[in-house]
């Protein structure tokens, strides 16, 4: 793990710890992606550092992000899963610590992502 600031934050880093604001709220769950638009909520929320995955295990959630990320390269495309990873934070948040709730959010991340670079409505 290692701590890095939020000015600091790349796309495609990935979370190790959540991320709470200062009253305590969940904002960002464990193992979510980085991207712009979080990035902006974040320091709109007053977060100042992140505890971010490093090693292998980054290394290997990086290269499927990519590989997702070259799938959809179109902006459009890009903004409307970047919404959709935001509104699936807001409302996962209330159950951190929950293993089969964790399991259901990656799974719905990856089947909604899929679904909106394929075109699909």
């Not at 490093?54 to 499927?64: F, K, L, R, S």
Request: no cysteine; hydrophobic share 35%; proline share 2%.
């Amino acid at each position: 793990m290692k701590t890095k600031a939020t000015s600091q934050l790349v796309p495609g880093d990935i979370v190790a710890q959540p991320v709470s604001d200062g009253k305590g709220n969940v904002l960002v769950h464990a193992g979510a992606e980085i991207t712009d638009a979080l990035i902006r909520v974040l320091s709109r929320r007053g977060v100042e550092e992140v505890e971010i995955k490093e090693g292998d295990e980054a290394e290997q959630e990086e290269q499927e992000s990519r590989r997702l990320e070259l799938s959809h390269s179109d902006p459009v495309t890009k903004q409307k899963i970047e919404e959709m990873q935001e509104r699936l934070n807001l409302g996962f948040h209330r159950h951190e610590g929950n293993v089969t709730m964790a399991m259901l959010y990656k799974t719905t991340v990856d089947y909604l992502t899929a679904k909106i670079a394929s075109g699909e409505r």
